[in-house]
């Protein structure tokens, strides 16, 4: 196989990583309205947790992303 | 950040790279240390100098009816003062400058890359795990200080089967060491693919002609999402500080 063809392959499979930040966030948010749908006044309290864990979340799929970028351009 | 890349593979000459260049504006060579002032260090100074123009303008005629630039300054305290205080207790306030120009920094250094042709200083790995490293040996430090070599317990989870100890104690040690690489890394992963993203799909607009509308206005959200997601990567920054500094000063006990 050719160089460039790897880099470009080994990109998309890096990318696999952001669907575990989708499935991720989705869970976050999903479990936030679903606490804040069954005790609307503890929800506003909890809103700077949601944001972090948010944040977290989408770190761990840059990760694949970032690894992803160096191959293309890097590389 | 190599930005040689885009050459030669047919991109027609989109290169989302080129805006991590690091290039020298003065060159200074101190023995084999190149030491030169590059437009990152210019970026530096551009962040600290507006940072100390903010703070010093708006506490400069302390109202008590606070103008909106003296409530912004007032409100930026407030936040940081509440988190180490939530995080850390009252006796980590001794560590609310730390937390606060840390903050503060990584929050105008994502902010003011945000001002197109700027240039993004936490977009680079050696910016934030340098910040992550030093944060790193300053808590572990810390946590030795307060706690002698007992520091070492808070490698062993309370309540644990003697058994377990020796599984258990490599890998807490592990992740406690991973800890200021996931810390510099998260930053600099958001800051770099974010202003790729933004790159790559603005450059869909020039490319699709009149079409390039429907990239447009998808950029004018992207844009917004990446203003919330450099202020929540300053504000994670700024609460793992927190956090680790609470398992240094207080180890398992909250």
Redesign the interface.
């Known amino acids: 196989m050719e160089a460039e063809a790897a880099k470009y392959i080994g990109a998309g499979i890096a990318c696999i990583a952001l669907a575990g930040a989708g499935a991720g966030i989705g869970t976050i948010f999903g479990n936030y309205l679903q606490g804040a749908l069954r005790n609307p006044s503890a929800a506003p309290g909890q809103f700077g947790n949601v944001l972090l864990g948010f944040a977290l979340a989408e770190a761990t799929g840059l990760f694949g992303l970032v690894i992803a970028l160096l191959l293309l351009f890097a590389v | ?3 040689e ?2 050459d030669g ?1 047919g991109s027609k000459g989109i ?3 080129h805006q991590f260049e690091v290039k020298s504006l003065v060159d200074i060579q101190l023995g084999p240390v190149d030491a030169s002032f590059t437009n990152a260090s210019l970026w530096m100074v551009i962040v600290v100098v507006t940072i100390c123009a903010f703070m010093l303008l708006s506490t400069s005629r302390r109202a008590l009816i606070p103008s909106r630039l003296q409530s912004l300054a007032e409100m930026s305290y407030e936040f940081i003062a509440n988190m180490v205080r939530d995080n850390v207790g009252k006796d980590g306030m001794g560590y609310f400058p730390f937390i606060f120009s840390l903050f503060m920094f990584v929050l105008f250094a994502n902010m003011l890359g945000m001002i197109p042709w700027s240039f993004t200083v936490t977009s680079h790995i050696i910016v934030t795990f340098a910040m992550a490293l030093f944060i790193f040996i300053g808590v572990t430090l810390l946590g030795f200080i307060k706690h002698g070599l007992g520091f070492i317990g808070f490698f062993v989870p309370s309540g644990l089967p003697v058994a377990l100890v020796p599984v258990l104690f490599p890998i807490e040690v592990i992740s406690y060491l991973t800890r200021p690489i ?1 810390l510099s ?2 930053l ?3 800051m ?2 974010g202003h ?1 993203m933004l790159k790559v799909f603005a450059s869909f607009v020039g490319l699709m002609g009149i079409w390039g509308v429907a990239p447009l206005v998808f950029m004018v959200g992207l844009t917004g999402l990446e203003f919330l ?1 450099a202020f ?2 300053a ?2 920054f700024a ?1 793992l500080t927190c956090i680790y500094l609470n398992d240094a000063l207080h180890m398992h006990s909250h």
Do not use: C, E, K
């Open positions: 950040m190599a930005s890349g885009a593979h290169d989302p790279m996931s890394v998260r600099f992963a958001n770099l693919a790729t997601v929540l990567q504000y994670v609460i």
